[in-house]
């Protein structure tokens, strides 16, 4: 069974960091473009952030542009989403999933892989 696993939550206080990875089982990371959602309680899910199958486009929500980074590592068969700067209103449930293959790269979702996600709580 296909399946994306998530991975690197954790509870941090504001203005610390994490990083989150996305990693598959019997699934190919690298032929696909994959973005980063999160899903906070009361909320709907909503996108983050979205990098290319090669790495050479990524796509931002407004509200972490400057504080995460996405990348990934075909080779590791990983997806990241380095998170700084973290601030209260980013906790959520942390999902990757794939999104369609445009140039430049949008977070849409395709299929529907969801996994069981991170937990990311900012908070002192």
């Known amino acids: 069974q296909l399946q994306l696993v998530e991975s690197g939550g954790g509870l941090v206080q504001p203005g610390g960091s994490l990083r989150l990875s996305c990693t598959a089982s019997?699934?190919?990371?690298?032929?696909?473009?994959i973005g980063w959602f999160r899903q906070a309680p009361g909320k709907e899910r909503e996108a983050v952030s979205c990098?290319?199958?090669?790495?050479?486009?990524?796509n931002y929500a407004d509200s972490v542009k400057g504080r995460f980074s996405i990348s990934r590592d075909n080779a590791r068969n990983t997806v990241y989403l380095q998170m700084s700067s973290l601030k209260s209103e980013d906790s959520a449930v942390y999902y990757c999933?794939?999104?369609?293959?445009?140039?430049?790269?949008?977070?849409?979702?395709?299929?529907?892989?969801w996994g069981q996600g991170t937990q990311v709580t900012v908070s002192s």
């Open positions: 019997r699934f190919i990371l690298a032929y696909y473009a």
């Open positions: 999933h794939p999104v369609r293959a445009t140039i430049p790269v949008m977070c849409d979702v395709s299929g529907d892989l």
């Open positions: 990098i290319s199958s090669n790495g050479r486009s990524t």
